[in-house]
């Protein structure tokens, strides 16, 4: 018989039961779900709604199941449908009928939405850990590169000469937007429901700032209604795990590109990349592949999650069920991408010749040309369409600008003497870059000595 079955004639199907049961998945929220429910017994005594007695019987009662999962000596009940009801059937067994007042005055609507947060609450923190450890990665590297130049990109074509340093600390930007992110959604998520109860509060004399309290929530819900059938904070966090994927993901794609024979800007450790069952010579970026890929399903779970709500009257309905496969692979997708770029990134050889020499190429100082006439009077205007003349002279004629002859420079102006030649120099372009925030030496050292500062705060203060 259901622990719920006393309106029913007859047991149900197994076919519907199957369909219905969350056990299969929701096992996971096992020590939120014990959790919850010895602070909900606790504050029951503490009202005098159950005696103190009662609640410590339930309390150890609650505390052996954990330990009895730990040591997977439980078996998990499809019958009982899902986590709440399984471990409430175990404390029967263990304790007797006293475990039938542990629900008193609660519902599994406000419970389970309980133990989710929870369950966030702390994934939302080793997640940060996560993030940070590719952050710090990137950093290391980034000190090993402030004086490597690369190409800098604009739609995929030569712009301009870089610090590879730079370049790294972009993406050290990215992810410390996604670590402010997930502090904010993690401050929505701190706030318990439990007290809600099915949805419109008890008549018992309950202390949810007591319960909230005990599990170290920093806040309580307000209505009732809203508290059963607010999942916000699991979109948000979706939302924000989508974001960190995408910049994982971006990431993945330029060292595929650039451990490419074409670009041969990096050599990826073999332990993070695979060979092919046919062509023998392969070395593939599986791994970076892998995580490019996975960032489609962290995207596809956050749509889907707003999809479940899309439509949904208040207060609970079982479509809210769908939650949590949702946020559980989204957890455990994102906690091992992170975990792998960390090491990729680490264990990335850069190849700095190849990437200085790619850089020289495409003409990329020719803003730096562009820029010295205009220090010398010339509308910036002229000065582009002066520079562009020679670009399409050098490259008729398959040459670089600083092969072009003296003469030749003289007679698209005479202000291009023999001091502009320097200019022509990518380590002398990056140099040249004086501007906040941008690829100079001393702006990248500086950006490098911020980045660690803020990361160091960010580790001792979590
Ligand atoms: N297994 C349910 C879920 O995951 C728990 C809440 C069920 N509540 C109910 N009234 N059926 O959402």
């Known amino acids: 018989m259901k622990l719920w079955g006393g309106r029913f004639g007859t047991a149900g199907g197994r076919a519907a039961e199957r369909f219905t049961a969350s056990i299969g998945f929701d096992w996971r929220l096992y020590r939120e779900d014990i959790e919850g429910s010895q602070a909900h017994v606790r504050m029951l005594a503490i009202q005098g709604i159950i005696t103190r007695e009662e609640s410590d019987l339930m309390v150890a009662g609650l505390e052996e199941i954990r330990q009895d999962i ?35 005055a609660r519902s599994r609507n406000d419970q389970v939405a309980l133990d989710l947060r929870l369950f966030l609450r702390r994934r939302i923190d080793e997640l940060a850990t996560g993030v940070a450890h590719v952050q710090s990665a990137l950093l290391a590297q980034a000190g090993d590169h402030i004086h490597t130049i690369m190409p800098g990109y604009t739609h995929l074509q030569v712009g301009q000469p870089v610090s590879l340093a730079h370049h790294l600390l972009a993406y050290f930007d990215m992810l ?73 993901s971006r990431l993945a794609e330029e060292l595929v590109l650039w451990s490419s024979q074409e670009f041969g800007f990096v050599e990826l450790d073999e332990a993070w990349t695979g060979g092919s069952s046919i062509m023998p010579q392969k070395k593939n970026p599986d791994s970076l592949e892998l995580v490019r890929g996975k960032t489609g399903r962290v995207i596809g779970h956050l749509t889907g999650m707003l999809t479940v709500l899309k439509g949904l009257p208040l207060a609970y309905n079982s479509d809210l069920q769908e939650d949590k496969e949702a946020l559980f692979a989204a957890c455990d997708t994102l906690e091992e991408c992170l975990s792998a770029m960390a090491q990729i990134i680490a264990t990335t050889i850069f190849c700095t010749e190849r990437m200085a020499r790619a850089a020289e190429k495409g003409y990329s ?33 398959g040459r670089s600008l600083d092969q072009l002859e003296k003469e030749e420079l003289w007679g698209v102006s005479p202000l291009l003497g023999e001091e502009c030649r320097r200019l022509l120099s990518v380590q002398a372009a990056v140099k040249q870059k004086r501007s906040r925030g941008g690829t100079g030496p001393t702006q990248v050292t500086q950006a490098l000595a ?5 990361l160091e705060q960010r580790v001792r203060s979590t």
């Open 365 to 397: 100082t020719a803003t730096e040309l562009a820029d010295f006439l205009v220090g010398q009077g010339l509308t910036f205007r002229d000065a582009h369409a002066m520079v562009g003349s020679l670009v399409a002279l050098a490259e008729s004629s």
């Open 70 to 104: 730990e040591r997977c000596q439980v078996e998990w009940r499809r019958e009982d449908e899902d986590i709440h009801m399984n471990i409430e059937r175990m404390l029967l067994a263990k304790v007797g009928p006293v475990a039938g007042k542990m629900h008193t």
């Open 176 to 248: 410390e937007r996604d670590q402010e992110r997930l502090a904010d959604c993690r401050r929505r998520t701190d706030v318990s429901p439990l007290g809600a109860c099915a949805l419109g509060g008890t008549s018992f004399p309950i202390d949810p700032e007591e319960v909230a309290a005990q599990l170290d929530f920093k806040g309580v819900f307000s209505n009732s209604i809203d508290a059963v059938s607010d999942r916000d904070f699991v979109v948000e966090f979706l939302a924000s795990g989508s974001l960190v994927m995408v910049h994982l």
């Open 450 to 454: 911020q980045a660690q500062l803020r």
